[in-house]
């Protein structure tokens, strides 16, 4: 048990690290795209910028308003902080995954908490810039994760199982992105839409809301709200992997599988206009949901009717 918290204590550096470079890469990317250089000043090709920018919002000065209720305002990033860092418990260690027989609910569970603690920064808060910007992300969090539900319970009747151990084996030689790609682009999209990134970066919209819910965030605050938002990107990238590019043993290739979608989200914020609210709502409830609906009962009807052809057609995929 020890050991398994040491462990657990060096992924949570390791990810925060991680964070820290993927800013740097999303910065330089982002720069390339806009045809301009990115951050090449701080270190080596501006390696140690990312570190200076959290010095610098470390060293800014907190300020509080009178009306603010302060416990709450202050809880809210720790607490946002600490749920997306409960995400990472299901990623593989070296002796496997942890012993979770249903991870799907475990992530399911935590999405819907996460939405409460952007409710409360807003509320806390005492803006009307913030309370507008806690209201669309709680709308649009609880929107995409209804569909999302049902897709990602697609794959996993597939799999007839809610363990990722089972996911694993089931894709081992036959990645789920060949015969599931309409699904998994419906997925893909729905992720950027629960991580509010461009094209549906309402929440944030500088242009309507000032920033969005973490207005009167800055200083250390921020740098939570910050690193969260960063480290639930790196995991919903893992998750798509796991999901449809299959697990691999060797886990540096794994390791590319999961950078080619982080460099996929940011190639997306570089070349995409925001998309207009009220279509983004109608997309899911008029759209998404009725498709993953659909999808979900034609997988299901197909798994009872052929149940030991499905089964064995994948077995013999993966001899």
Known sequence: MLMNLIIYLLEIIMILISVAFFTLMERKLLGYIHLRKGPNKVGLIGLFQPFSDAIKLLKKEYFFMFSMNIYIYMFCPLMMLILSLFFWIIYPMIDGFMELNYELLFIMSLLSVSVYSLMMMGWSSNSIYSMLGSF??????????????????????????????????????????????????????????????????????????????????????????????????IFMSFLFSLFFLGFSNIIMLFSFKILFIMLLLVWIRG???????????????????????????LIFSIKCLFWNNFDNFFKMLNI
């Open 136 to 233: 669309r992300s709680v709308i649009q969090s609880i929107s995409y994760e209804v569909s999302m539900m049902f897709l990602f319970l697609v794959i996993f009747i597939m799999v007839m199982s809610l363990n990722f151990i089972d996911l694993i084996i089931y894709q081992s030689k036959f990645m789920f992105i060949l015969i599931l790609f309409p699904l998994s682009m419906m997925i893909l999209v729905s992720m950027l839409a629960e991580l509010n990134r461009s094209p549906f970066d309402f929440v944030e919209g500088e242009s309507e809301l000032v920033s969005g819910f973490n207005v009167e965030f800055g200083s250390g605050l921020f740098t939570l709200i910050f690193l969260s938002e960063y480290a639930m990107m």
């Open 271 to 297: 070349i995409m206009p925001r998309y207009r609210y009220d279509k983004l709502m109608m997309l899911t409830w008029k759209t998404y949901l009725l498709i993953s609906i659909n999808y979900l009962l």
